[in-house]
């Protein structure tokens, strides 16, 4: 399930799931990891707007690139270390300009093959 919630929503999952005392952008919650996209992913809508605004990205864009996050931490990605923070950042760049979005990192150039 895809869901968009509020700063007081997403700092109480925050919170309650990772002990972590603020609103964020993006939370995934997987329930079976034997199960591709057996979860939840919780977008944060006020803070998604202020990250677009700050970072000169068109909203529609940053929601996608925080979707397409979200559904590769559902697939087992994650960013804990910087090579699979490395991984991970290529497949979001791929997805979200294959969606037709520009890169969400600034670099046009880089694709999936140079990982």
């Known amino acids: ?20 005392a603020y609103a964020t952008n993006v939370l995934t919650f997987v329930y079976d990891d034997t ?6 992913i919780v ?16 909203l529609t864009a940053h929601y996608a690139h925080l ?5 590769l931490h559902l697939q087992g990605y994650d960013h804990e270390n910087d090579s699979s923070a490395a ?8 997805i979200v300009m294959r969606l037709g979005h520009d890169d969400p990192y600034g670099e046009s150039q880089r ?3 140079e990982a």
């Open 111 to 113: 694709s999936i093959e």
């Open 43 to 58: 977008l944060c809508a006020p803070i998604i707007e202020m990250e677009a605004g700050q970072q000169h990205k068109d």
């Open 67 to 71: 979707t397409v996050h979200g559904v």
């Open 35 to 40: 199960q591709p996209l057996s979860g939840d």
């Open 87 to 94: 991984v991970m950042e290529l497949l979001e760049t791929e």
């Open 1 to 20: 399930m895809l869901r968009i919630v509020d700063n007081i929503e997403s700092h109480r999952l925050n919170r309650d799931f990772r002990g972590k």
